[in-house]
């Protein structure tokens, strides 16, 4: 029952109740004490906490492996293992050799599967033996431990960072979560943000890469929604895990209704779940970028492998072994296959099965080579009919990959032979649809006649094509994109004079297209080219052409995304770039006479139209340029690079647009691909996998669009109709008309108006004033922002169409409303930066009109020209901008004197609480506070210590001694015990800290600590020997219990003292 809407108690606490559940031993740390965690025994029904003993994992907040734990792990896995043997396995998971942290991440994750050994088995006599750090086949003889509020040093400083909570398999930190309140805007992004932070991934040393040398994933949550990614996601790649298969939703909360983090704790972390994606599951592989990053399956990629592997097991015949996966265009099918091959090869059962791959995707055939050492199987690739052929008949255990593109025709029609009659083959079939693969899969059904296939699609298998049994798993269309892994279709019929809606337009444009050719011409061509002719008529091209650069300047380029132009044939291929490229010039050139500055004329000059199309043997010249793979792959490489952008190779991301004929319009990966211009009538399948190639997700991408030339609506309604009603209704869904996409705008503006009716601001446009006041409360400030976000993201899928520049206005308002917000409370989830570069470029010059600048911060408080600029303004105004100025402040200074910090922060309280409401008075007491501030401890009694660098441990020394006591409450006594203490302190902390590489070495700190410790309890002892050349001085009266306070916080005073001398005498 959740009583709270806080972070711990509504989703931390859960978190772990449920991994209690689950079995997990769950702890929490002391973050004054690294060596004080205590166990929960239990939680109750408000998720509070009940304790148990607490257990001594590490010595310093410097350690992030519990190497205690490890230790005892690998005893208990290897029990043959010596001291010294665990010793040297344990340096080689904690002392990696790579370089970089992804590469220090893979070489760990290799570790953890791959094993190690050491020279014998001192036992047995066994030379090399094995050494596991986690035993995958029984997931009970391994440690499963989750630390919450587990504090980490950051490397080099005494600073730290907090994940709220670290997962340990046998000691090491494999999972890190992050929690965050549902009632914060946008809760998912400021807990990915965090764990960006701590895992140094925004440019900056700000975290513990180390804590992430051995992560598998991490989670962000609010417990509605939970979310998981790699060490190198993006935002937009994290996503749900909403299947716990093969768990019930009962066994998940058998009290009702089942959250998103509830799902993927026990889809995730249940032991062997978890176990299965480390081992199975986990992949680095290259991206569209040429970079490597690293893959935990998705939960119907998990799912769908469970599934098969289970049909594979119990199925009778090979139709009942095998099926249909439909995982849909852009949801990772191939890394599906993989993880199959993967799942295989670690159970036993499956150890002589041959695998056959019948697929034209050259990644997966490296992906699979990759793989194939890390599971030790062999891959054979068959570059033609008769290589296939002799694969197939050796009874070896191996696979086989038939990589189709590479087989002529003639040789598919062969009928083949039996070959091999065992039943432990499976053959794969990727994309079962096309003409090729129905070929060739005839003749193995021949060959291979007790084989268990199983077919994998993007799209519907057509119900009269069932031919590999039932489905095993389906991920359709709508639900890839309700789970983020794919973003909607806008689909746009062109209304132009160069539009060809069905073939009595054609024939009508032909007429005019070929006015000037004699009748025998005609008749040729209306014979059988009619429609072919028309579409690679250069009057034609030229005209769609120019259309198509106008809709890509103003919808496409301005987020710096790419396009893909289809067309009837190579001819029409190779006229569409000369078409394109006269057609740029001409936009470039009417830009400049304009002085658009809100188009990127520098980039767009550089812009390049790439043509990748197929060649044959005697190629005319004109089609020569275009028919070399080796640059097409240069073409295909800069195409999918950002703009601007330069690989290792030395390749650009010039080229914009990408012109081709049938190559890459299926098969073909390139998220930063926006649009596709349809200029050829694609049909069936074809057609549905075509326009995917813009569902793929990439930053700022609110959807993708195909721009249609040819009206392949009525064949994708066509090409519908042949599939089941459910699977039609599924495509529907998402393959969206332009003016849906038109309503929603409509409906995202209307929620806006309806926000400010509902607070009393039904003329918002005219009350700028009173809109950002109503943002002084949080929780409203939050809805706003979601509101605003959702109607930018509305405007971008429409903008420049007339029916998104009526909102201009309101937009340039909306965002003027957020940047001045941001400045008055200091809330960096107001700025504009969340937008698309398409929406910062309309806004950004109507707000700087009206005197915010979003590009420069807020102005610091104690910055000369803070109080400039609040003259002239409400009273009201000026209070409120003070008050988040004081409070931005304070967290940015409190580690520079913490004392000092808590009580501005008190005072500030105080001075709220007084004048509530007052404004004239409450600004008034802000500006006199904010002097307080500026002046800091130089007008207070400093007791002869620099106020700035020395009292802020006398402070310390003093709130840790003496409570919330103020200064002049003191007796003399304890004024002159403290002061003789702050001084030995700050004596025995400069003496120490002046050693070589003291704040790399943790021995030296582990020692000043004990100095500083001992030191406090030998002053509380009369005539007690001070140590290390301090002077001895009489105790205060009251030494017992001071002694008593000291003893027991000892750690957590010397901890606070360091992290305060780092900041003093370390940086």
Same mark, same amino acid.
């Given at each position: 029952?959740?009583?709270?809407?806080?972070?711990?108690?509504?989703?931390?606490?859960?978190?772990?109740?449920?991994?209690?559940?689950?079995?997990?031993?769950?702890?929490?740390?002391?973050?004054?004490?690294?060596?004080?965690?205590?166990?929960?025994?239990?939680?109750?029904?408000?998720?509070?906490?009940?304790?148990?003993?607490?257990?001594?994992?590490?010595?310093?907040?410097?350690?992030?492996?519990?190497?205690?734990?490890?230790?005892?792990?690998?005893?208990?896995?290897?029990?043959?293992?010596?001291?010294?043997?665990?010793?040297?396995?344990?340096?080689?998971?904690?002392?990696?050799?790579?370089?970089?942290?992804?590469?220090?991440?893979?070489?760990?994750?290799?570790?953890?599967?791959?094993?190690?050994?050491?020279?014998?088995?001192?036992?047995?006599?066994?030379?090399?033996?094995?050494?596991?750090?986690?035993?995958?086949?029984?997931?009970?003889?391994?440690?499963?431990?989750?630390?919450?509020?587990?504090?980490?040093?950051?490397?080099?400083?005494?600073?730290?960072?907090?994940?709220?909570?670290?997962?340990?398999?046998?000691?090491?930190?494999?999972?890190?979560?992050?929690?965050?309140?549902?009632?914060?805007?946008?809760?998912?992004?400021?807990?990915?943000?965090?764990?960006?932070?701590?895992?140094?991934?925004?440019?900056?040393?700000?975290?513990?890469?180390?804590?992430?040398?051995?992560?598998?994933?991490?989670?962000?949550?609010?417990?509605?929604?939970?979310?998981?990614?790699?060490?190198?996601?993006?935002?937009?790649?994290?996503?749900?895990?909403?299947?716990?298969?093969?768990?019930?939703?009962?066994?998940?909360?058998?009290?009702?209704?089942?959250?998103?983090?509830?799902?993927?704790?026990?889809?995730?972390?249940?032991?062997?779940?978890?176990?299965?994606?480390?081992?199975?599951?986990?992949?680095?592989?290259?991206?569209?970028?040429?970079?490597?990053?690293?893959?935990?399956?998705?939960?119907?990629?998990?799912?769908?492998?469970?599934?098969?592997?289970?049909?594979?097991?119990?199925?009778?015949?090979?139709?009942?072994?095998?099926?249909?996966?439909?995982?849909?265009?852009?949801?990772?099918?191939?890394?599906?296959?993989?993880?199959?091959?993967?799942?295989?090869?670690?159970?036993?059962?499956?150890?002589?099965?041959?695998?056959?791959?019948?697929?034209?995707?050259?990644?997966?055939?490296?992906?699979?080579?990759?793989?194939?050492?890390?599971?030790?199987?062999?891959?054979?690739?068959?570059?033609?009919?008769?290589?296939?052929?002799?694969?197939?008949?050796?009874?070896?255990?191996?696979?086989?990959?038939?990589?189709?593109?590479?087989?002529?025709?003639?040789?598919?029609?062969?009928?083949?032979?039996?070959?091999?009659?065992?039943?432990?083959?499976?053959?794969?079939?990727?994309?079962?649809?096309?003409?090729?693969?129905?070929?060739?899969?005839?003749?193995?059904?021949?060959?291979?006649?007790?084989?268990?296939?199983?077919?994998?699609?993007?799209?519907?298998?057509?119900?009269?094509?069932?031919?590999?049994?039932?489905?095993?798993?389906?991920?359709?269309?709508?639900?890839?994109?309700?789970?983020?892994?794919?973003?909607?279709?806008?689909?746009?019929?062109?209304?132009?004079?160069?539009?060809?809606?069905?073939?009595?337009?054609?024939?009508?444009?032909?007429?005019?297209?070929?006015?000037?050719?004699?009748?025998?011409?005609?008749?040729?061509?209306?014979?059988?080219?009619?429609?072919?002719?028309?579409?690679?008529?250069?009057?034609?091209?030229?005209?769609?052409?120019?259309?198509?650069?106008?809709?890509?300047?103003?919808?496409?380029?301005?987020?710096?995304?790419?396009?893909?132009?289809?067309?009837?044939?190579?001819?029409?291929?190779?006229?569409?770039?000369? &078409? %394109?490229?006269?057609?740029?010039? !001409?936009?470039? /050139? *009417?830009?400049? =006479?304009?002085?658009?500055? +809100?188009?990127?004329?520098?980039?767009?000059?550089?812009?390049?139209?790439?043509?990748?199309?197929?060649?044959?043997?005697?190629?005319?010249?004109?089609?020569?340029?275009?028919?070399?793979?080796?640059?097409?792959?240069?073409?295909?490489?800069?195409?999918?690079?950002?703009?601007?952008?330069?690989?290792?190779?030395?390749?650009?991301?010039?080229?914009?647009?990408?012109?081709?004929?049938?190559?890459?319009?299926?098969?073909?990966?390139?998220?930063?691909?926006?649009?596709?211009?349809?200029?050829?009538?694609?049909?069936?399948?074809?057609?549905?996998?075509?326009?995917?190639?813009?569902?793929?997700?990439?930053?700022?991408?609110?959807?993708?669009?195909?721009?249609?030339?040819?009206?392949?609506?009525?064949?994708?309604?066509? &090409? %519908?109709?042949?599939?089941?009603? !459910?699977?039609? /209704? *599924?495509?529907? =869904?998402?393959?969206?008309? +332009?003016?849906?996409?038109?309503?929603?705008?409509?409906?995202?503006?209307?929620?806006?108006?309806?926000?400010?009716?509902?607070?009393?601001?039904?003329?918002?446009?005219?009350?700028?004033?009173?809109?950002?006041?109503?943002?002084?409360?949080?929780?409203?400030?939050?809805?706003?922002?979601?509101?605003?976000?959702?109607?930018?993201?509305?405007?971008?899928?429409?903008?420049?169409?007339?029916?998104?520049?009526?909102?201009?206005?309101?937009?340039?308002?909306?965002?003027?409303?957020?940047?001045?917000?941001?400045?008055?409370?200091?809330?960096?989830?107001?700025?504009?930066?969340?937008?698309?570069?398409?929406?910062?470029?309309?806004?950004?010059?109507?707000?700087?009109?009206?005197?915010?600048?979003?590009?420069?911060?807020?102005?610091?408080?104690?910055?000369?020209?803070?109080?400039?600029?609040?003259?002239? =303004?409400?009273?009201?105004? +000026?209070?409120?901008?003070?008050?988040?100025?004081?409070?931005?402040?304070?967290?940015?200074?409190?580690?520079?004197?913490?004392?000092?910090?808590?009580?501005?922060?008190?005072?500030?309280?105080?001075?709220?609480?007084?004048?509530?409401?007052?404004?004239?008075?409450?600004?008034?007491?802000?500006?006199?506070?904010?002097?307080?501030?500026?002046?800091?401890?130089?007008?207070?009694?400093?007791?002869?210590?620099?106020?700035?660098?020395?009292?802020?441990?006398?402070?310390?020394?003093?709130?840790?001694?003496?409570?919330?006591?103020?200064?002049?409450?003191?007796?003399?006594?304890?004024?002159?015990?403290?002061?003789?203490?702050?001084?030995?302190?700050?004596?025995?902390?400069?003496?120490?800290?002046?050693?070589?590489?003291?704040?790399?070495?943790?021995?030296?700190?582990?020692?000043?600590?004990?100095?500083?410790?001992?030191?406090?309890?030998?002053?509380?002892?009369?005539?007690?020997?001070?140590?290390?050349?301090?002077?001895?001085?009489?105790?205060?009266?009251?030494?017992?219990?001071?002694?008593?306070?000291?003893?027991?916080?000892?750690?957590?005073?010397?901890?606070?003292?360091?992290?305060?001398?780092?900041?003093?005498?370390?940086?």
């Amino acid at each position: 029952m959740y009583s709270k809407l806080d972070e711990e108690h509504y989703v931390e606490n859960p978190f772990l109740a449920q991994l209690l559940r689950l079995g997990w031993k769950v702890y929490r740390q002391n973050k004054d004490n690294p060596e004080e965690i205590k166990e929960i025994a239990s939680f109750n029904s408000a998720f509070e906490p009940s304790f148990g003993e607490s257990v001594k994992f590490r010595e310093s907040f410097k350690e992030v492996v519990l190497e205690s734990v490890l230790k005892e792990s690998l005893k208990k896995i290897n029990p043959w293992l010596m001291e010294d043997q665990i010793n040297e396995v344990m340096r080689k998971i904690t002392t990696p050799q790579a370089n970089s942290f992804l590469e220090i991440n893979r070489e760990i994750h290799d570790l953890l599967l791959e094993n190690t050994s050491v020279s014998e088995n001192r036992r047995t006599g066994e030379k090399s033996p094995t050494v596991r750090f986690i035993d995958f086949r029984n997931p009970e003889n391994n440690t499963f431990l989750a630390v919450s509020q587990y504090k980490v040093n950051i490397p080099g400083t005494e600073k730290h960072i907090i994940p709220d909570i670290v997962l340990f398999v046998n000691g090491l930190p494999l999972v890190v979560v992050e929690c965050k309140s549902p009632a914060i805007a946008d809760p998912l992004t400021e807990a990915i943000t965090q764990l960006m932070r701590y895992s140094n991934r925004r440019g900056v040393k700000e975290g513990n890469e180390k804590l992430f040398w051995y992560n598998v994933f991490m989670i962000a949550t609010s417990n509605q929604v939970a979310k998981y990614g790699t060490i190198t996601s993006d935002f937009e790649h994290f996503v749900e895990w909403k299947d716990p298969y093969p768990y019930a939703l009962s066994e998940v909360n058998p009290d009702g209704v089942v959250t998103s983090q509830q799902l993927l704790i026990h889809g995730m972390l249940s032991k062997q779940n978890f176990l299965d994606l480390l081992h199975t599951f986990t992949i680095f592989k290259e991206d569209s970028k040429g970079g490597v990053i690293k893959v935990v399956a998705r939960y119907q990629q998990f799912r769908a492998v469970k599934k098969m592997v289970k049909r594979l097991k119990e199925g009778k015949t090979p139709i009942e072994r095998g099926g249909i996966v439909w995982h849909t265009q852009g949801s990772g099918k191939s890394l599906t296959m993989m993880y199959m091959v993967r799942e295989m090869y670690h159970q036993p059962e499956f150890g002589s099965f041959k695998i056959v791959f019948i697929t034209d995707r050259k990644e997966l055939e490296q992906q699979l080579r990759d793989t194939s050492k890390s599971v030790g199987f062999t891959v054979n690739l068959a570059g033609s009919i008769e290589e296939l052929k002799q694969l197939l008949k050796t009874k070896t255990p191996d696979l086989v990959m038939a990589m189709v593109h590479k087989f002529q025709e003639r040789d598919l029609k062969r009928e083949f032979p039996v070959l091999n009659t065992s039943p432990n083959i499976l053959v794969m079939i990727d994309e079962a649809h096309r003409t090729q693969y129905k070929l060739l899969g005839a003749n193995l059904r021949k060959a291979l006649p007790n084989a268990v296939r199983i077919a994998f699609t993007g799209t519907p298998i057509d119900k009269t094509e069932q031919e590999f049994g039932q489905y095993i798993d389906k991920y359709s269309i709508r639900q890839a994109v309700d789970d983020g892994v794919t973003v909607e279709i806008v689909y746009e019929g062109r209304v132009h004079s160069a539009e060809l809606s069905d073939e009595e337009a054609a024939n009508a444009r032909f007429e005019d297209v070929f006015r000037d050719a004699d009748q025998e011409t005609k008749r040729q061509i209306l014979g059988k080219y009619t429609w072919k002719a028309y579409l690679e008529a250069e009057e034609v091209i030229r005209d769609k052409a120019k259309d198509m650069i106008d809709h890509y300047v103003t919808h496409i380029f301005p987020n710096g995304f790419k396009a893909q132009v289809v067309t009837v044939s190579r001819l029409a291929a190779v006229r569409y770039k000369k &078409a %394109l490229e006269d057609a740029l010039k !001409e936009k470039i /050139a *009417e830009l400049e =006479k304009s002085q658009n500055q +809100k188009v990127d004329l520098k980039t767009l000059k550089k812009l390049k139209v790439g043509v990748v199309i197929s060649g044959k043997q005697n190629d005319e010249a004109i089609y020569q340029p275009y028919t070399n793979p080796v640059e097409h792959e240069k073409i295909i490489q800069s195409f999918r690079l950002p703009f601007g952008k330069v690989n290792e190779s030395g390749i650009s991301g010039d080229v914009g647009i990408l012109v081709v004929q049938s190559m890459l319009i299926t098969g073909f990966d390139a998220p930063i691909e926006q649009v596709m211009y349809l200029d050829n009538v694609i049909k069936g399948h074809n057609l549905l996998q075509a326009i995917a190639r813009v569902n793929r997700v990439y930053k700022n991408k609110s959807c993708g669009y195909v721009v249609d030339y040819v009206g392949v609506l009525k064949h994708l309604e066509e &090409a %519908l109709a042949i599939y089941a009603d !459910e699977d039609l /209704a *599924e495509i529907s =869904k998402v393959v969206i008309n +332009k003016a849906k996409s038109i309503a929603n705008l409509h409906y995202t503006h209307r929620q806006i108006e309806e926000f400010f009716a509902k607070k009393g601001l039904k003329d918002w446009r005219s009350q700028v004033d009173d809109c950002i006041d109503l943002l002084v409360d949080e929780q409203i400030r939050n809805e706003f922002i979601m509101l605003v976000r959702n109607f930018n993201r509305a405007m971008d899928a429409v903008l420049p169409d007339a029916e998104a520049l009526k909102y201009l206005t309101d937009l340039k308002i909306l965002s003027f409303i957020k940047e001045a917000a941001r400045n008055r409370y200091r809330d960096s989830k107001l700025s504009i930066s969340d937008a698309s570069r398409k929406i910062r470029e309309i806004v950004e010059e109507y707000i700087v009109a009206k005197g915010i600048d979003p590009k420069i911060p807020p102005t610091p408080l104690l910055d000369d020209k803070f109080l400039n600029k609040l003259k002239g =303004k409400p009273a009201k105004v +000026k209070a409120q901008e003070l008050i988040t100025a004081i409070k931005e402040h304070i967290v940015d200074h409190f580690e520079e004197d913490p004392e000092l910090y808590e009580r501005f922060s008190d005072r500030l309280k105080r001075l709220l609480e007084e004048y509530h409401e007052k404004w004239e008075i409450l600004a008034e007491e802000l500006e006199r506070f904010r002097e307080e501030i500026q002046k800091g401890r130089e007008v207070e009694n400093t007791f002869g210590f620099e106020p700035k660098k020395e009292m802020p441990f006398f402070g310390l020394l003093k709130k840790e001694l003496f409570g919330q006591k103020a200064f002049n409450e003191l007796s003399e006594e304890e004024v002159n015990f403290l002061v003789d203490l702050t001084r030995d302190v700050i004596e025995i902390i400069k003496r120490e800290t002046k050693a070589v590489d003291f704040w790399e070495s943790y021995t030296k700190q582990k020692r000043l600590k004990t100095y500083v410790g001992n030191h406090l309890l030998q002053k509380l002892v009369p005539k007690a020997s001070a140590g290390k050349g301090v002077a001895e001085n009489p105790a205060p009266y009251h030494a017992d219990s001071l002694a008593k306070v000291i003893f027991n916080k000892r750690n957590e005073i010397t901890q606070k003292l360091l992290e305060l001398a780092y900041y003093h005498y370390g940086k």
